[in-house]
C-alpha cells in the first residue's frame, strides 16, 4: 500500500481538522453575535439598490444539519481513516482483517469475484473444447478476455488486419487445432522468413520471376512467360517452407500461397517486399496474463469462431 510521506500526511490531517474546527467556530461566533432571536423586520443596514438586509438570526434547522454535518464528518474519518491515519473500518484481504483503504477493498472485491468464478472456470476447464464451444456463457466469457486482451491487434471481431492473421477463417498459419491455439497463446509466435528466402543470391531480374509465379498460384493476374521462368526459383528458395505445392508449411507457420488468403497481401508490391526484405510477424507470448483455464476458455472461443457449424 502506498502511503503518503508524513509531513503531506501531517499537512493534510492539519487542514482537515482545521477547517472542521473553523467551521465550529465560525457558526458559533455567528450565533453568538446574533442581537435578535427572532425574526423582525430590523435590517443590518446594509442596503443596495433599493435591496434590504433583514438581520435575523440564522432559521434552527440549518444550523442543526450545519452541526451534523460536522459530527458526520468526524466519524468518517474514524471509520476510513485519514492520510496515513487508519480508521476502524476493516476489509477481508487474503483471509486477513486489514484496515480500510480503496486498495484493500479493491483487492476484497477481484477475490470474492474469483471465488465465484473459480468453480465455473474449473468446470470448463474439464470440457473438452470442441465440446465447450456449444456453451454459450463460456464463450461470452472468452469473448470478453479476447476483447481485453487480444482484440488491440486481431480486431475485435478477430478478422486481423494487415500482418495480423484473421482468425475466422480457418485458414491457419500454424494450425487451428485446440492445442495449437493454446500454444500459441502462452508462448506467442514469430513466423521467420529470410530476406530472398534460402537463395541469397536470388538477382533483381528472378525476384520478378518469382512474384509473378507466386501470383499465379493464388490465380491473379500475371505475365505467364515470367511466372514459368519463376517456377524453378521458387523450387529452389521457397519451397523448403513453403511446399513444392506452395501450399505452406504449418510447422514454421509458412503460409499458404495458393489460396488468395494474405497475411501482408497479394498485390505484386508485397510479395516482392516480402521476397526482397523478409517478413517476421511477431506474437508475444500472453501465457502470463491468464490462469490455464482462462486460457482454456479464450482458445474455445477461438476455436468456436472458425467452426460455427459444431458451434450450434
Ligand atoms: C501484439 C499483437 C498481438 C496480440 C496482443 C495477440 N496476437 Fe495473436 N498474433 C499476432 C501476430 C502478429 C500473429 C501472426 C504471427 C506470425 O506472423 O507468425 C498472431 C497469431 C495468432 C494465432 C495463430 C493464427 C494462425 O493462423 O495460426 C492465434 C491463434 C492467435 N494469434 C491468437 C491470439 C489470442 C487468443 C490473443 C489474445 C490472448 C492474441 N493472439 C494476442 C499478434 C498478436
Ligand atoms: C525459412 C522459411 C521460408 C522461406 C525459405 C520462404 N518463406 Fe515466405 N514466409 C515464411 C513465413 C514463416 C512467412 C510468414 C511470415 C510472418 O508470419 O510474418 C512467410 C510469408 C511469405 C509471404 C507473405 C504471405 C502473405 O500471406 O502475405 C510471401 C508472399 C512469401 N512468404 C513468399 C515467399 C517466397 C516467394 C519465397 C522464396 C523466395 C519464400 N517466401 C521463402 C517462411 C519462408
Redesign the pocket.
Known sequence: MSALSTFWSVWVIAIVFGTLIACGLLIQYSSKTQVHSEETDETTGHEYDGIQELDNPLPRWWVIMFWATIVFSVGYIAAYGLANMQGFLKVEVDGKQVPWSQTAQWQNEVEKFDEKVAPLFAEYAATPIPELIKNEEALKTGQR??AS??S???GSGAKGAQ???N?TDN??????SPE??IH??KNG???MMPARGVMPSMTDAQIDQTVQYVRSLSGLKHDAALAAEGTAVFMQACAACHGVDGKGN?MV?APNLTDDIW?YGGSTKQIDFAIRHG?N????P?GH??TDEQVHV??AY?YSLSNKESAQ
Not at 485458414?171 to 487451428?176: A, K, S, T
Not at 510477424?281 to 508475444?284: A, K, T
Open positions: 478476455l479476447f486482451n487480444c488491440v491487434c486481431h500482418g495480423f492473421p482468425l485458414d491457419w498459419l500454424y494450425g487451428g495449437k491455439i500459441a497463446i509466435l514469430n513466423g504449418q507457420g497475411l517478413r510477424g511477431v506474437m508475444p500472453q496474463r491468464f479464450l482458445a477461438v
